[in-house]
């Protein structure tokens, strides 16, 4: 204190300062590890997903070619006010 001919009020000060920015660094770090882990965790929560290609193998979703000619008939017969027999 005496090389920088510092009072005690003003050496507190400072160091509080200093203080003050190491917590505050800390608490960030602690949000930011905090966010991780809550991400993380609704991963590990969330239903698992079928991989995409097990999608396109399943025979039960796979495209039959009429279905759409069929509903594209039916969209132009209702918007026609025709009924369907």
């Keep these: ?23 505050r660094l800390e608490i960030e770090k602690i949000l930011a590890e905090r966010a991780e ?8 929560e969330a239903p698992p997903r079928p991989p995409a290609r097990a999608l396109e193998d399943d025979p039960r979703r796979a495209r039959r070619p009429g279905r759409e000619v069929r509903r594209q008939a039916a969209q132009r017969s209702f918007s026609a006010g025709e009924e369907l027999a």
């Design 1 to 23: 204190m005496a090389a920088f001919k510092l009072d005690q009020v003003q050496a507190d000060a400072i160091l509080d300062i200093r203080l003050y920015q190491l917590a």
């Design 37 to 44: 882990k809550k991400k993380r965790l609704k991963e590990i």
